[in-house]
């Protein structure tokens, strides 16, 4: 019997420091996790501030953008993981990389479906490809049945209607020119940032054409040169007295 109980404390010895030896790995992986969130974090500060973003501190630490939208930290931490990534320059990629995922969803209201905008930006790359007034007509035919991707006057949830477009306008040598985009996608970090986008919304593009005052032109797609698209003020005109008068 002495050897039977010396036997089964031995074995619970074991399990003890097995036990131990795990628990202290599990607190220097929750360490390491909360390190590299803070540090992710601090990325998103610095570099994409135009990503409405909080960190919340939870067993797992969680992102929460502007949008309401949730992501785990726990993915982010699995890739430096297997990208065996040490240290902050390897990180970058990652960070990079997610911070345009939580991007999109920021900008997008959480109660809007995203629609394919094939369609509008087939007729804009057939434009850019061959100008001429077939793929003018083509392309204008497209953009009054099409949705545009404009600035909100509010963030998240509350961005949910037309209502809520707020124009931002660039200034060029031909003038003044409110911006919009084909889709959510098409959103650049350079121009959310440089116009201060940090919400947007889905609305009828002959919504966006008739809130825009006269004198003012379009520009589709700033930052992106394979699918910029520039409707002139004068021009712009001539097809809202020609085509929206009855819609």
Known sequence: MGSVGGIA????????????????????????????????????RRERPEISVERVELLIPIFRTGDGRRFSFLPIMQEIVQAKAVDPESRLPIYRRWADTMGAAAL???NASLEVHVDLEAAIRDYLADPGVPTQERFLERLLTAKLFVPARREGQAAAKASDFAMLVTD??????????????????????????????LVEATFVLRQLPEGMGLVINPGTPELLMQLPAEGLARFRRARLSDR
Not at 20 to 44: I, N, P, T, V, W
Not at 179 to 185: G, L, N, Q, T, V
């Open 9 to 44: 404390l031995a074995i619970l010895a074991v399990i003890g420091l097995l036990v131990l030896f795990f628990l202290r790995q599990s607190a220097s992986a929750r360490r390491d996790m909360k390190l590299l969130s803070q540090e992710f974090f601090g990325y998103l």
């Open 172 to 201: 060029t040598d031909d003038g003044p020119y409110a911006i919009a985009f084909s889709s959510p996608e098409r959103v650049t970090q350079e121009v959310a940032r440089a116009h201060g986008m940090r919400s947007g919304v």
């Open 108 to 110: 997008v209201e959480s």
